[in-house]
């Protein structure tokens, strides 16, 4: 049976006992919530169901299963073994020393709000392996983690929650996450390219640029991929489509007749798939690229992986001369130019990939190229 009682620190207690079954206890502040879960617990045992209690685990050994439950298998030397994703490591063992102690069922929203607050605050550690600040990454400038970042930190440790919860048959503090959540779209990017800032990268794209003390070009030589750099920029430029889905993107995907690009959902961030219409300079690149990729399967497959192509990226936008700009905000760019051009709201979402919402934060338009509804 469920008893439900008051203890010695104005906490409400509920204990349930059965023959059989080990004895559940949970606290709650307030008696209702005792009250709901005691009712709970009985009606799982009346049911069959399993009755494990969330103290009996700690949020180290629920971010440990959750780690092997997403690990895939990768040859190394030879040989297989699990591996997981990079970035999700990063997450789950960033949450390791904050909450690895911690009893699953003593965990509540005040904790996460601490979490959150802390990791706004938090400078982002330099890699161990870097012996000096790098002229490419603001020299070595102090910076913060993200509302994004700390954001997809929550998630991931809910995420472990939600999998161990499921795996082992119990529920968790319901109002843990309901609460802080940090908003995605805290930090609005309105980075947009100024007048001459795409024709000057276009240029460092293929070539690597020397400038005397004064910033005056001084010299040029071709860059290595520089012409498949460029063409990378001008077809993000033209489609709205993010990094990764013009670097996966395969030759089948493309319907040239049509003017349709069909992106599939695993190289979508949100998992959706879509069709993005194509532009005539769009069309131009993939007939340029077809001519030079040979045998190869993608369009852009001669593109360095991983973190070559940021680095590149960064020496690009320093021969440019252009700040505080990257791949991503191509995509906010192209969106921007598709309103102006006429496009509808849902036109755009759909060819974008994002709710109408999502994509009117995409759209920061300057007040100078809303004159041509005023004077209309």
Known sequence: MATVRKNKVGNWEAMIRRKGIPT????????????????????????????????SYTVGQALEEYAASIAVPVEVDGEITMKVDGRKAAYLNGLLPHFGEFSIGFLRAKHIKKFVDLMKTTPIPRPRHAKKAHPLYAGGQEKFYAVSTVRKFVYALKSALDHHARQHGYTYDPHLFADEKPAAWDNI???????????????????????DESGNVVGKRNRKNGDLYAELVIFLLETGARLQEALLAEWNEFDI????????????????????????????????????????????????????????????????????????????????????????????????????????????????????????
């Open 24 to 55: 559940v206890t949970r606290t709650f502040p307030t008696k209702r919530e005792a009250d709901a879960f005691a009712a709970d617990m009985e009606s799982r045992i009346a049911k069959g169901k399993s009755v494990a209690s969330p103290d």
């Open 189 to 211: 990017r309105e980075r947009r390219l100024e007048d001459g800032e795409q024709e000057r990268i276009i240029d460092a794209c293929r070539n690597i640029i020397t400038r």
């Open 257 to 376: 007749g049509n003017r349709t690009w069909t992106i599939p959902k695993p190289h979508v961030k949100t998992k959706q798939g879509r069709e993005v219409p194509l532009s005539k300079i769009a069309l131009g690149i993939l007939e340029t690229l077809s001519e030079k990729t040979g045998g190869k399967v993608r369009p852009f497959g001669h593109i360095p992986k991983g973190k070559a192509i940021f680095v590149t990226w960064k020496r690009i936008c320093k021969d440019a001369q252009i700040d505080d700009f990257g791949f991503h905000d191509l995509r906010h760019e192209c969106i921007c130019r598709w309103v102006l051009r006429g496009g509808s709201d849902l036109q755009i979402s759909k060819a974008a990939g994002h709710d109408i919402s999502v994509m009117q934060k995409y759209a920061s338009l300057r007040g100078r190229e809303l004159l041509t509804f005023v004077d209309a």
